[in-house]
């Protein structure tokens, strides 16, 4: 046995010069698809606009003024704060958060369900969780838009069992927004609770409940603080692309209220281009998800040391 | 019987490209959606013995960022609006057609000869023009239609009611003609005004949707929407009881154009490709499919019947004359942007 140790420790170490090799494409795919493009973006946000979109390679902070000083429609009153885009970033934040909160409200009790059925039926649960998300994400939001409408189906059934007498106006609005962010990422949230519940072990809840402790303990002291990793993760992949989100916005809000998704598509295809701009945004966009991640990161760390 | 399905669909590529591989080349078109028919492009590939292949956008902007983006040189023409052959031309992204390459071009009407947007047609065909106003649901609302105000200072039942395009420079036209301004004004109180007037009418629009524009009317989500004559003509036979308007305070006109774009790789074949689409048969193949008009001579015989005689097609004796959307300066765009940002924030 001692001798089967050493020899893997031997054939590790063999391998060293290969380790590299082979973590080698994970390496050049994050620096080709992920650093290279934020550094053009980084670049560019910097860089001096050009009318009618493109960069002229002169440094300049205007794009990040623009974002933060109001100077009047005709750029020479004087500087105030600039709301404008703290609105956007805003409402885009509230909308996400919203559509996680949903994502939870609903996500977590269906992912204990499926995680409690027997082995054998829980790959059909998940199947059938993933079944919509074969089709088009432009396809399904559209076909939300069909439920929701002034005489779709939702509110015609409504109207037929008389629980009310006007269509209710759900296009066009924030909760329309929400419900198609919800809808759009659902199993975001799902997946990763399921794993988290899958692999807990129902006996703590048991030795919880011979200890005295009633349903909402063990579900608040005991389960929750054990799959928190997967509700967490779960929260993160539907908020972060939540926040970005444009086509919900578009074609359920009415594309009246900019969301950051929206209004960073609109420098790039509006009308004057504003490429810097745009890419600003983005910059700034990506700083405050990455900050947030990493003062969660910190502040719920492994707790090796305790 | 697995072996056999892998192996099919790999035949077929390879029938597919030792097919096109004979062809002569290529040609490679950067179109609108929804905007050419398909036995039209097969006529073409048929005829120059090319293979044609077609990329498309959903607005004129979105064309520019791309082509500016690195895309310039690998499409051989595209299909941009009145103001963006302008811009295109001001930015040096069109090749010039010399005279006499082009052997159908004495079928263009004079109208559209020697257009503003491109002097004597150095770089472009027509394909098809149109209008842009808006149309009224019939059943939601019976009173005057053909007024600006139903956009602006919509009658009560109205409200609410109102998709409009997701297009800066026609909203932007449309709220001038209803102040009485001039386009691309530099006037402060003017712009101010313009500004104001936007402000206040968002209080009335549901939605701002351009591709969704004949849906919205057909299934009754709105009672008004800004749209082209073809569309709305469309949203009509598609069932919607809707009027198309003649606002007194003026009309959008457009034209979309064939333009042959710089470093075009095929450049001879984009040159077939311009005299075909110059050939009435085939305008008003285009026109039967797109329900504008074409700019071509000799087209009026071929049109289906009701396309000479539906009010989306024919204005009244009484429509004002058209005008194009303009092209602002710098400063002035740069104020339009700022208002429509403020609209949208």
Same mark, same amino acid.
């Given at each position: 046995?001692?001798?089967?140790?050493?020899?893997?420790?031997?054939?590790?170490?063999?391998?060293?010069?290969?380790?590299?090799?082979?973590?080698?494409?994970?390496?050049?795919?994050?620096?080709?698809?992920?650093?290279?493009?934020?550094?053009?973006?980084?670049?560019?946000?910097?860089?001096?606009?050009?009318?009618?979109?493109?960069?002229?390679?002169?440094?300049?902070?205007?794009?990040?003024?623009?974002?933060?000083?109001?100077?009047?429609?005709?750029?020479?009153?004087?500087?105030?704060?600039?709301?404008?885009?703290?609105?956007?970033?805003?409402?885009?934040?509230?909308?996400?958060?919203?559509?996680?909160?949903?994502?939870?409200?609903?996500?977590?009790?269906?992912?204990?369900?499926?995680?409690?059925?027997?082995?054998?039926?829980?790959?059909?649960?998940?199947?059938?969780?993933?079944?919509?998300?074969?089709?088009?994400?432009?396809?399904?939001?559209?076909?939300?838009?069909?439920?929701?409408?002034?005489?779709?189906?939702?509110?015609?059934?409504?109207?037929?069992?008389?629980?009310?007498?006007?269509?209710?106006?759900?296009?066009?609005?924030?909760?329309?927004?929400?419900?198609?962010?919800?809808?759009?990422?659902?199993?975001?949230?799902?997946?990763?609770?399921?794993?988290?519940?899958?692999?807990?072990?129902?006996?703590?809840?048991?030795?919880?409940?011979?200890?005295?402790?009633?349903?909402?303990?063990?579900?608040?002291?005991?389960?929750?603080?054990?799959?928190?990793?997967?509700?967490?993760?779960?929260?993160?992949?539907?908020?972060?692309?939540?926040?970005?989100?444009?086509?919900?916005?578009?074609?359920?809000?009415?594309?009246?209220?900019?969301?950051?998704?929206?209004?960073?598509?609109?420098?790039?295809?509006?009308?004057?281009?504003?490429?810097?701009?745009?890419?600003?945004?983005?910059?700034?966009? *990506?700083?405050?998800?990455?900050?947030?991640?990493?003062?969660?990161?910190?502040?719920?760390?492994?707790?090796?040391?305790? | 019987?697995?072996?056999?399905?892998?192996?099919?669909? *790999?035949?077929?590529?390879?029938?597919?490209?030792?097919?096109?591989?004979?062809?002569?080349?290529?040609?490679?078109?950067?179109?609108?959606?929804?905007?050419?028919?398909?036995?039209?492009?097969?006529?073409?590939?048929?005829?120059?013995?090319?293979?044609?292949?077609?990329?498309?956008?959903?607005?004129?902007?979105?064309?520019?960022?791309?082509?500016?983006?690195?895309?310039?040189?690998?499409?051989?023409?595209?299909?941009?609006?009145?103001?963006?052959?302008?811009?295109?031309?001001?930015?040096?992204? *069109?090749?010039?057609?010399?005279?006499?390459?082009?052997?159908?071009?004495?079928?263009?009407?004079?109208?559209?000869?020697?257009?503003?947007?491109?002097?004597?047609?150095?770089?472009?065909?027509?394909?098809?023009?149109?209008?842009?106003?808006?149309?009224?649901?019939?059943?939601?609302?019976?009173?005057?239609?053909?007024?600006?105000?139903?956009?602006?200072?919509?009658?009560?039942?109205?409200?609410?009611?109102?998709?409009?395009?997701?297009?800066?420079?026609?909203?932007?036209?449309?709220?001038?003609?209803?102040?009485?301004?001039?386009?691309?004004?530099?006037?402060?109180?003017?712009?101010?005004?313009?500004?104001?007037?936007?402000?206040?009418?968002?209080?009335?629009?549901?939605?701002? @949707?351009?591709?969704?524009?004949?849906?919205?009317?057909?299934?009754?989500?709105?009672?008004?929407?800004?749209?082209?004559?073809?569309?709305?003509?469309?949203?009509?036979?598609?069932?919607?009881?809707?009027?198309?308007?003649?606002?007194?305070?003026?009309?959008?006109?457009?034209?979309?154009?064939?333009?042959?774009?710089?470093?075009?790789?095929?450049?001879?074949?984009?040159?077939?490709?311009?005299?075909?689409?110059?050939?009435?048969?085939?305008?008003?193949?285009?026109? @039967?499919?797109?329900?504008?008009?074409?700019?071509?001579?000799?087209?009026?015989?071929?049109?289906?019947?009701?396309?000479?005689?539906?009010?989306?097609?024919?204005?009244?004796?009484?429509?004002?004359?058209?005008?194009?959307?303009?092209?602002?300066?710098?400063?002035?765009?740069?104020?339009?942007?700022?208002?429509?940002?403020?609209?949208?924030?």
């Amino acid at each position: 046995m001692a001798a089967g140790i050493g020899t893997a420790q031997g054939t590790s170490r063999t391998f060293q010069p290969m380790r590299l090799w082979l973590i080698a494409p994970s390496w050049l795919i994050i620096g080709f698809f992920l650093l290279i493009p934020v550094l053009v973006m980084l670049l560019f946000s910097f860089l001096t606009k050009e009318f009618r979109g493109g960069v002229i390679w002169e440094f300049s902070l205007a794009a990040y003024d623009q974002f933060l000083f109001d100077r009047g429609l005709f750029g020479d009153d004087p500087a105030t704060l600039e709301w404008t885009y703290i609105r956007i970033f805003v409402r885009s934040i509230v909308q996400a958060a919203v559509a996680t909160l949903l994502c939870l409200l609903i996500g977590f009790p269906t992912a204990f369900f499926i995680a409690t059925r027997s082995p054998d039926s829980r790959s059909v649960w998940l199947f059938l969780v993933t079944v919509p998300y074969w089709v088009n994400l432009l396809i399904r939001t559209m076909s939300m838009k069909f439920l929701i409408r002034d005489n779709g189906p939702v509110n015609e059934l409504l109207l037929a069992l008389g629980v009310i007498d006007t269509p209710i106006a759900m296009i066009n609005t924030d909760f329309a927004v929400q419900l198609g962010l919800f809808y759009s990422y659902l199993p975001f949230m799902v997946l990763p609770i399921y794993a988290a519940v899958e692999r807990y072990d129902f006996s703590l809840s048991e030795a919880a409940a011979d200890l005295y402790a009633d349903r909402w303990t063990i579900l608040f002291r005991v389960l929750l603080p054990v799959v928190r990793p997967g509700i967490i993760a779960g929260c993160i992949l539907v908020f972060v692309p939540s926040l970005g989100a444009f086509l919900a916005p578009d074609l359920l809000g009415g594309a009246k209220n900019f969301m950051i998704g929206s209004l960073i598509e609109e420098q790039f295809k509006g009308n004057a281009g504003n490429w810097p701009f745009g890419a600003a945004c983005a910059m700034i966009l *990506l700083t405050m998800v990455l900050g947030a991640l990493i003062i969660y990161a910190r502040q719920h760390r492994p707790a090796a040391g305790n | 019987m697995l072996k056999f399905l892998r192996i099919e669909p *790999l035949a077929i590529v390879a029938m597919v490209v030792s097919g096109t591989a004979s062809a002569e080349g290529k040609l490679s078109i950067y179109h609108w959606f929804e905007y050419i028919p398909q036995e039209l492009l097969d006529k073409f590939a048929a005829e120059a013995g090319v293979e044609v292949t077609m990329d498309t956008f959903d607005s004129n902007e979105a064309m520019l960022a791309t082509l500016k983006a690195g895309k310039l040189g690998s499409y051989d023409v595209a299909v941009p609006g009145d103001y963006m052959v302008e811009i295109m031309r001001n930015e040096g992204m *069109l090749d010039s057609v010399a005279e006499g390459e082009l052997a159908n071009k004495g079928n263009i009407e004079a109208q559209w000869l020697d257009v503003p947007f491109d002097p004597g047609r150095m770089h472009s065909i027509p394909y098809q023009w149109g209008s842009t106003s808006f149309s009224v649901n019939r059943d939601a609302y019976s009173g005057d239609i053909r007024t600006t105000d139903i956009i602006f200072n919509p009658p009560e039942e109205l409200r609410g009611r109102i998709n409009m395009l997701d297009s800066q420079g026609e909203v932007m036209l449309l709220a001038s003609m209803h102040l009485g301004i001039p386009q691309c004004t530099d006037d402060r109180e003017q712009l101010r005004a313009l500004d104001e007037l936007l402000q206040a009418g968002k209080l009335h629009w549901a939605s701002f @949707n351009s591709d969704g524009a004949k849906d919205v009317l057909v299934s009754g989500d709105a009672a008004v929407g800004m749209i082209w004559n073809g569309f709305s003509a469309k949203a009509r036979a598609e069932g919607a009881n809707i009027e198309y308007s003649y606002p007194r305070e003026g009309l959008i006109v457009w034209m979309d154009n064939v333009v042959l774009l710089k470093d075009a790789p095929n450049r001879a074949n984009a040159i077939k490709f311009m005299d075909f689409l110059l050939r009435p048969e085939n305008a008003a193949a285009v026109t @039967n499919f797109a329900q504008y008009s074409a700019g071509v001579m000799g087209v009026s015989g071929l049109l289906d019947a009701r396309l000479s005689s539906q009010p989306e097609s024919v204005p009244p004796a009484d429509a004002p004359a058209g005008t194009f959307v303009q092209v602002c300066d710098q400063a002035t765009q740069e104020v339009y942007d700022a208002i429509w940002t403020r609209l949208k924030k």
